[in-house]
């Protein structure tokens, strides 16, 4: 009888805990499903690199393999708006991206400074000409993140706040470009990897820092790629592509699922 008594119980426990998870489930779900999501940006957000381009999106290359994409297709939002865009600056954003947003939008995603910055050029001075002329071009780019992209960032962040007063908006950075003492053999020297590492680290410190003072939340992806730089056995990233150089130093589609993505998940 007793016996009967405690299996009894536990059935009713183990009930009682299926349902609650069943239950808590779908609470997960339906909140997923009320969102309203809106990813902004520059390549690495429209996920330029990572093939699967749709053709839609024109010169803009937004992948099906992009992390907004990705994350989209996992929690299937109430609404799911792409205008994340190849080559977008600060300007970009404000001024073409934001048709979107309104008072119902819920989350917001964004990658933007790097442009800005001149990103693209520093890579192109350190591939073809001296070391000293990359590290100074380098210093330049440091430079224009003190002196100049706060304020655009400013201005952005604000044009997104006044469109979208309640969403939750994550400000995702860049991946160090490099594993340093890793396995080239060839290409950049070691100082200049190094210089391009910390331009990255300053350009994220810059970005970490205006989301701060904005009340968004700033995601570092620096971790999540952290053994996969080039010049690691296993890069998230191309190198130089001369044979399509627009998905130089972009992610793969390795890096969109298995960096991007699950670094915003957590911040969203």
Known sequence: MKLSRFAAFASSLLLGSVLA???????????????????????????VGAGSYDSA??????????????????NAPSSFAFTACSGAVTTDVTTKQL??????????????GGNDAGFADVMTTCVLQSESTCVNRVNQAKAYVDSTLPARLDATYNAIRAKAPAARVVVLGYPRFYQLNGGCVAGLSETERAAINGASDHLNAALAKRAADHGFAFA????????????????????????NIGESYHPTANGQSGGYLPTFRNAA
């Open 21 to 47: 998870l069943t239950g808590a489930g779908a609470a997960q779900a339906a909140e997923s499903a009320a969102l309203d999501y809106v990813a902004l940006g520059d390549s690495y957000s429209s996920g």
């Open 57 to 74: 999106s024109g010169d803009c290359k937004r992948s099906t393999k992009a992390y907004p994409r990705l994350w989209a297709n996992a």
């Open 99 to 112: 048709a979107p947003l309104s008072s119902a939008t819920d989350l917001v995603s964004l990658t933007v």
């Open 220 to 243: 570092s992806v620096v971790p999540a790629f952290t053994g996969h730089e080039i010049c690691s056995s296993s890069s998230w990233l191309h190198s130089v592509n001369w044979l």
